[in-house]
């Protein structure tokens, strides 16, 4: 069986080393790259399953390096940075980024991170026209949600809020992100007005809308879909 292959993009040899360990002990191959220039070639010539990407590169910004990746790469990258700050978490996530991770980190942590990006990019199916999450299930083609065996009256809007997070279940989308994919450009501040339909929306499809199951707030940053 083929091993799923993984680059890494960071300009610590001491980093990559105890990444490659870590990977090479658990199932995985692993390519690795100490510059962004050398970090897209390397994904250029042979793209890997996922990427691991620093943001703290020595030739340029590893936001530039991902913004460039996603012209044309569509699997997972896994962000890593030593800095926590929300403004460096809303910029990768907005570039693209898969997942963020920050430095220093729990080798079991990450593990666990790469294997669910890979599993989600796995079973992501761009022609799936309904998408089941517990006992909920969205259809698609014909805007039908339920859940269970009722169906969920929903406003055009808290529809297309919901199928903008089931499209990216398992992700984090940013307050701005989805402000501009749901409202537009012009609402990309409105983080208030985002909340008040998330409270609508969880009142209609949660068991507990004080304790949700599919739409999990991540402070300070947005929501991710389970």
Same mark, same amino acid.
């Given at each position: 069986?083929? @091993?799923?292959?993984?680059?890494?993009?960071? $300009?610590?040899?001491?980093? !990559?080393?105890?990444?490659?360990?870590? #990977?090479?002990?658990?199932?995985?191959?692993?390519?690795? *790259?100490?510059?962004?220039?050398?970090?897209?070639?390397? *994904?250029?010539?042979?793209?890997?399953?996922?990427?691991?990407?620093?943001?703290? #590169?020595? $030739?340029?910004?590893?936001?530039? /390096?991902?913004?460039?990746?996603?012209? %044309?790469?569509?699997?997972?990258?896994? /962000?890593?940075?030593? +800095? $926590?700050?929300? *403004?460096?978490?809303?910029?990768?996530?907005?570039?693209?980024?898969?997942?963020?991770?920050?430095?220093?980190?729990?080798?079991?942590?990450?593990? *666990?991170?790469?294997? +669910?990006?890979?599993?989600?990019?796995?079973?992501?199916?761009?022609?799936?026209?309904?998408?089941?999450?517990?006992?909920?299930?969205?259809?698609?083609?014909? !805007?039908? /949600? @339920?859940?269970?065996?009722?169906?969920?009256?929903?406003?055009?809007?808290?529809?297309?809020?919901?199928?903008?997070?089931? @499209?990216?279940?398992?992700?984090?989308?940013?307050?701005?992100?989805?402000?501009?994919?749901? %409202?537009?450009?012009?609402?990309?501040?409105?983080?208030?007005?985002? !909340?008040?339909?998330?409270?609508?929306?969880?009142?209609?499809?949660?068991?507990?809308?004080?304790?949700?199951?599919?739409?999990?707030?991540?402070?300070?940053?947005?929501? !991710?879909?389970?």
């Amino acid at each position: 069986m083929n @091993k799923p292959e993984i680059l890494i993009i960071d $300009d610590e040899p001491q980093i !990559r080393r105890l990444l490659q360990i870590s #990977l090479e002990s658990n199932q995985y191959k692993v390519f690795q *790259a100490a510059t962004g220039k050398e970090g897209i070639i390397t *994904a250029a010539n042979h793209p890997p399953q996922l990427i691991l990407l620093d943001i703290g #590169l020595p $030739d340029q910004s590893g936001h530039e /390096v991902l913004q460039q990746l996603r012209e %044309w790469y569509n699997k997972p990258i896994i /962000v890593l940075s030593v +800095s $926590d700050g929300e *403004a460096d978490i809303i910029s990768a996530l907005d570039s693209g980024a898969t997942d963020y991770i920050t430095k220093p980190f729990r080798s079991g942590e990450l593990l *666990a991170r790469i294997r +669910s990006a890979i599993r989600r990019d796995q079973n992501t199916n761009p022609n799936e026209s309904v998408i089941n999450s517990g006992n909920l299930s969205i259809d698609l083609v014909y !805007r039908i /949600v @339920k859940r269970g065996e009722e169906i969920i009256r929903l406003t055009s809007t808290e529809y297309n809020l919901l199928a903008l997070f089931a @499209k990216n279940e398992g992700k984090v989308l940013t307050h701005q992100y989805i402000l501009k994919q749901v %409202w537009g450009v012009g609402y990309q501040t409105e983080t208030q007005y985002l !909340r008040v339909f998330v409270a609508q929306l969880r009142k209609k499809i949660e068991e507990n809308p004080h304790n949700p199951e599919h739409i999990v707030t991540e402070s300070g940053v947005g929501y !991710r879909f389970n």
